[in-house]
């Protein structure tokens, strides 16, 4: 392990059983099947990086973040950890219900082991990222959710450590909401620490992450690091994704579809000098695709903001049939979107419009706090003065 | 700081003891969050707790001191029933939470890591407020019966060390029985409903004949409210024989630590 290693894992594994009755007619519990939740992985995490895990219910992503934090033992394997770990595995833990917002920040940063000069010290500044200090007297039970989620995450950022790990932290609450847990870990990123984030939408975390890590059946594909823009600025080569790439990125929501994007290319027409004046500039992205489909299908170029909504699409049919390969080219005329922090990636849909393979943030525009306000479309509003 | 997880878990005997020493605040916090919690949910709060145990204390007076007619010397009954129904009460009241404590704190287990002793010690920290509560009100009754103080009160921080000791030994290991078996909160219900009346709580340990008085000598709840009467009441000092249940949960004690320091990563796995 070096000094800039924050984690080092080395072929890390746990195992579970599922518990089954004896009998149908009988309560007494026995142990079934084995099955391995982390299956024999290995990584290492360098300090400042921020990891996106994601990947299916039940692929191990969440057995990872706890055999770090340290709540469950592995079975197999070593983890090494190099700095002051905080787990926030759930949000509002050990809140409780009867007592106000303000006791609940001294409970529960206790809980994550800050002491009550370090809450006090840090207060006034839980309370304003709250964002309701007209409540903060009163008692949680009364909060809506998306305020008790917003009082616990509060606490939480304000935990100084080296390591971070958040499971489905943006999985409930608002855009707002969501918003600002991504500002936070931006901050967080700032102040070098290392983060692993667990989420079902890694788009929301495109742009700050440095590493995706897919999981599946216990096992991790390690992704490189997200693609963006920023990689062409200073080139006249055209980017090119190619399809080993593409399969670690590549997300199956059904089994039994055959299909792969197995390259591409992203032209940019003239020279970039720097990433704000990425869409002053004809984009083009042109697609290889190899399938076999029973029933025809679309695929789907998804432009999405920096929670994952998808600000602009466009789509093409994709017939049944087996086509070895097909050369689909997307354009993007110069002058309406801003630069602005958002990801890049493609959809395939089936005939009821549901998405049954995903490319998430096959590039990104980084995160800027600079131009977040200014918005994604580059809409001519005309605005007039009069007295 | 760097730190090596691996799948034995071992944690060294100082370690372990440093590790609860540091997370001492979030067993007090714990406690704290559950008294204000309670508290908050009732109007009468702490008083409901003080009116509870003076109904209790009447009851017990009518019953045992006015129709029975328990002799307690020149004590008068009430002073004389009181430490045994504060310390009982404690008593039952820890194995009531340890039965259950893990259980009701899975959520927190399950996602965030502390030493899991703190949980259990938590709940003996929340029984010490009716404890607080019981002490004081025999203390105003003390005075109130015009009782005088004797230098036995001197050993008292003692005995209180013993009861904490002994009643907190028993609670972590009811609550790490509990770990594998779901009974445990009746079977504890139950026991301490039997054993109330093998425990000098209503009468004095003087009454029981002698061929019977092993019982009293193996519960430790008995020692120690024998012991308490000696040193707040001024009765005579109990035979030392009752110290083989205290020297045992003394034992338990030391030995419950170390079965916890062994389990401490494997509890969110057993649960």
Redesign the interface.
């Known amino acids: ?1 070096t000094p800039e290693t924050a984690i080092s894992i080395r072929n890390l594994s746990k195992e579970y059983y599922r518990t089954e009755k004896a009998s149908p007619f009988s309560r007494k519990m026995v142990k079934g099947t084995e099955f391995l939740a982390v299956n024999n992985i290995s990584i290492d995490i360098r300090k400042g990086e921020v990891i996106c895990i994601t990947g299916h219910n039940g692929s191990g992503k969440s057995t990872l973040l ?19 770990v905080a ?1 926030i ?2 949000i509002g ?2 809140f ?4 106000s917002g303000y ?1 609940n920040i ?2 529960s940063g ?4 800050l ?2 000069s370090e809450i006090e010290a840090k207060i006034d500044s839980i309370i304003e990222m709250f964002g309701f200090p007209e409540f903060i007297n009163t ?1 949680v039970k009364y909060y809506s959710s998306g305020m008790y989620m917003r009082l616990a995450f509060s606490v939480i950022v304000n935990i100084d450590a080296d390591i971070y790990l958040f499971d489905e932290v943006t999985s409930v609450g608002d855009t707002e909401f969501r918003t600002k847990v991504i500002r936070e870990v931006s901050r967080l990123k700032e102040k070098n620490a290392t983060i692993l984030i667990v989420t079902h939408n890694p788009t929301l975390f495109s742009q700050i992450s440095d590493r995706f890590l897919l999981f599946d059946k216990g096992r991790i594909s390690v992704s490189e690091s997200p693609k963006s823009l920023q990689e062409v600025e200073y080139s006249d080569d055209p980017l090119h994704i190619n399809a080993s790439k593409l399969m670690q990125i590549k997300e199956l929501h059904s089994e039994g579809i055959d299909f792969d994007i197995t390259n591409i290319k992203i032209n940019i027409e003239g020279r970039l000098d720097n990433i704000d004046s990425i869409f002053a500039n004809k984009i083009e992205f042109v697609t290889e695709i190899r399938y076999k489909l029973q029933d025809s299908m679309a695929m789907l170029l998804t432009i999405c903001d920096i929670t994952g909504n998808i600000i602009t699409s466009a789509s093409t049919e994709l017939k049944a049939g087996n086509v070895e390969s097909e050369t689909i080219k997307f354009e993007m005329p110069k002058g309406y979107l801003r630069p602005a922090p958002m990801s890049i990636g493609f959809e395939i849909l089936n005939s009821d419009n549901k998405p049954v393979i995903s490319y998430h943030n096959v590039i990104s525009i980084p995160y800027d706090n600079k131009n977040i306000m200014s918005g994604y479309l580059n809409m001519p509003i005309k605005i007039t003065k009069g007295i | ?7 034995d ?1 071992h944690i060294g005997t100082l370690d372990y003891l440093k590790s609860i020493w ?2 001492r ?2 067993a007090i ?2 406690a ?3 008294i ?3 508290s ?2 009732n109007i009468t709060g702490i008083f409901l707790n003080i009116i509870q145990s003076l109904i209790g204390l009447a009851v017990y007076w009518i019953v045992f001191g006015v129709a029975i007619g328990i002799d307690t010397g020149k004590i008068p009954y009430p002073i004389f029933v009181l430490p045994g129904i504060f310390i009982w009460h404690y008593f039952s009241a820890i194995t009531g939470y340890c039965s259950n404590c893990f259980l009701l704190s899975q ?8 030493p899991r002793i703190c949980i259990p010690l938590s709940k003996v920290l929340l029984g010490l407020v009716d404890f607080t509560i019981g002490f004081v009100l025999f203390v105003i009754l003390f005075f109130c019966f015009r009782q005088s103080l004797t230098i036995n009160w001197l050993a008292f921080p003692l005995i209180f060390i013993m009861i904490i000791i002994c009643i907190s030994s028993i609670g972590l290991c009811i609550s790490f029985i509990s770990l594998f078996s779901m009974d445990t909160t009746r079977i504890a219900a139950q026991l301490t409903n039997f054993l109330i009346f093998i425990t000098p709580v209503f009468y004095p340990g003087t009454i029981i004949p002698e061929n019977f008085k092993f019982i009293l000598y193996i519960n430790p709840v008995a020692g120690i409210i024998e012991y308490s009467r000696w040193s707040l009441l001024g009765t005579p000092l109990p035979d030392f024989r009752y110290f083989i249940g205290i020297a045992f949960t003394m034992c338990l004690a030391i030995a419950i630590f170390f079965i916890f320091k062994k389990y401490e ?2 509890i ?2 057993l649960m």
Do not use: C, W
């Open positions: 392990m706890k055999m770090i934090a340290e709540v469950t033992l592995p079975t197999s394997g070593e983890i090494e950890i190099n700095g002051k787990s595995l759930e833990i050990g409780q219900p009867e007592i006791e001294f409970l206790a809980m994550y082991g002491k009550k008692p | 700081m760097s730190k090596i997880i691996s799948p878990g540091a997370s605040h979030l916090t714990l704290k969050g559950e204000k919690n309670q908050s949910m959520i927190l287990i399950d996602k965030l890591y502390f990563k494997r969110t796995d």
